[in-house]
């Protein structure tokens, strides 16, 4: 992908990425928008897993066509189980844990029956082998501030048995975000990456969104977003669009 000016593109040395995020962060289309970049980016194979356990509407297996597609693999529940809402840990998630070939994306739920889920796996993932990353909010409670966010984090970690390596900033008021919501979630992971001592990895952004006033001169990586995840009552409206 060629870098429009002043724009730099997430890179990772990890061949673990484990994504987490609470009800709203937005969690799930950052994952799927990840794993879609780095498939047509890189020669690595990309895999994606549906960790997600409990939110019904919002989780990647919903776009397994499209990113089988563009030839990511997506671990996810089959046939009568795959629009089920009770949670489901597949075998093979800790076989491909344990044996990683090309890039493994995590879309981890941020509640506590989630991070238990990966909290259980966590004696498969080797030091140094991963980046586990909190999708940070700044327009929802759990993330709205400095306080929550770090108080969030903390629990996150605790259930999950790993610690945070990097932050993802994805602050947005959906068709009503503008560069100050941006800025405004920008500004808060700066912040709870100085208190914690990580990185933020990059600002996730609409893809619309990306020639704002303003964008280019983030001092971070970026990942363009284009809008992958919808509610079943979107579907049929925009499926064609």
Known sequence: MAQKTGIRYPVFDKQIIAIVGGFGSGKTEVAVNLAKFLVTTQEAPVTIVDLDLVNPYFRSREA????????VKAVAPKGG?????????????????ENPEGILILDVGGDAQGTRAL???SVEF?????DLLMVLNSRRPATSNLETSINT???IELTSHLEFTGLISNSHLIDETDFEVIKEGYDLARQVG???NIPLKFVSIKRKLMNLEGVGALNCAI?????????PWERP????K
């Open 64 to 71: 397994i066509i499209e990113l089988e597609k563009l030839g």
């Open 81 to 97: 189980q795959f629009y089920a809402d009770l949670p489901i840990l597949l075998p093979e998630v800790k076989g491909v844990i």
């Open 119 to 121: 909290g259980s796996l």
């Open 126 to 130: 080797r030091p140094g082998s991963y």
């Open 153 to 155: 984090m903390n629990r």
């Open 194 to 196: 100085k208190k914690r």
């Open 223 to 231: 990942l363009p977003l284009t809008r992958s995840m919808l509610k």
């Open 237 to 240: 409206e925009i499926e064609n």
